[in-house]
């Protein structure tokens, strides 16, 4: 079972325009809900991350909206440039006094940005 | 670079054989996590490593099991290897009380 469903798989975005992706989640004890980029041949890294008491977090041209009622979250990539065009996956993660850290991670979204 | 080390980068094999996976990671990080990337399941955690203790286990085969050495450098060991083996093999690791995990560059496994 996906614990964090993650729309769409892929996504073309002409440049300068705003990429938006999105994920749900179900479960009540994740608190930790961070956005990773991956290029080809690459691991993926960390882009930006939110925890659910805050509504947005915002680095450069990239923002997290939360939106803890409706368990969902989202990145928006302003501006986008040719450069962004990866695969990026969005995870979260049980609060600490679950068991272990595991991240639970989105199936992810395949950008291109089209210059 | 996110100083995390992973050796090999591929490596291919046979059916039935038995490989070892290695990760070294970030200076100070006392986790290790294991995780499989293929194209139709996405990335999928298998382990994770605290100070050389198991600390939690997702979705692993029977065949495969890792451990984390005193130096906290981690190995993952798959064997009886099945075509559908063949994925990216991705280590991350944290500083412990920490959620950040940093990602290795990942080993690609080929299963002939």
């Known amino acids: 079972q996906q614990q964090v469903k993650q729309s769409p798989q892929s996504l073309i975005v002409q440049k300068g325009g705003i990429s938006i992706i999105n994920c749900a989640y179900e479960n009540t004890a994740f608190d930790y809900f961070p956005w990773y980029q991956q290029f080809p041949g690459k691991g993926p890294a960390l882009l930006i991350a939110i925890r659910p008491d805050v509504s947005e977090k915002k680095e450069g041209r990239f923002t997290i909206s939360f939106n803890k009622s409706a368990k969902q979250f989202s990145l928006h990539i302003m501006d986008s440039q040719p450069g962004d065009s990866a695969t990026y996956f969005c995870?979260?993660?049980?609060?600490?006094?679950?068991?272990?850290?595991?991240?639970?991670f989105g199936t992810g979204t395949s950008l291109t940005v089209i210059p | 670079d996110s100083g995390v080390t992973q050796t090999p980068k591929h490596l291919i094999t046979a059916t039935g054989q038995r490989v070892t996976l290695r990760c070294s990671p970030r200076?100070?990080?006392?986790?290790v996590y294991w995780y499989q990337q293929s194209l139709d399941q996405g990335l999928q955690f298998l382990i994770q490593y605290y100070n050389g203790e198991e600390r939690a286990k997702g979705n692993i085969l029977e065949r495969f099991s890792a451990q984390q050495f005193p130096d906290l450098h981690s190995e993952l060991n798959l064997s009886s290897l099945e075509l559908g083996d063949s994925a990216l093999y991705f280590c991350?690791?944290?500083?412990?009380?920490?959620?950040?995990?940093?990602f290795g560059p990942g080993t690609r496994l080929t299963v002939t």
């Open positions: 991350a690791s944290s500083v412990a009380g920490t959620h950040e995990q940093y």
């Open positions: 200076s100070g990080d006392l986790s």
């Open positions: 995870a979260a993660r049980p609060s600490l006094g679950y068991t272990g850290n595991q991240f639970y």
